[in-house]
């Protein structure tokens, strides 16, 4: 048995690996595509559900309405509010 070096095939990272399982509807799950009710956010927030429903009324927070009155947040959504809010607090 030779010692031959590995292929530079052998030698590419198969790229990232997901810890998450796969959506059977697209392949791949991915954390900022997570849709989240008005409760879990008052609940990340540590304020009201009238809080928050006034930040969606306003636009200060962006939704997804998927029907009628059924209301979703993307966490992505809540990350980028929470950056503007910190960046406005520390302007002020």
Do not use: K
Not at 6 to 16: D, E
Not at 31 to 46: G, M, N, T, Y
Not at 68 to 81: A, N, T
């Amino acid at each position: 048995m030779e010692n031959t070096p590995p292929s530079p095939a052998a030698l590419q990272s198969p790229g990232p690996v997901s810890t998450h399982p796969p959506s059977p509807a697209f392949g791949t799950w991915d954390p900022a595509l997570s849709l989240i009710d008005e409760r879990e956010v008052a609940r990340r927030l540590r304020c009201s559900e009238a809080t928050v429903t006034r930040l969606r009324v306003t636009g200060a927070l962006s939704f997804i309405r998927i029907s009628g009155r059924l209301i979703r947040f993307r966490e992505q959504d809540l990350s980028d509010y929470l950056t503007r809010a910190s960046q406005q607090s520390a302007a002020a």
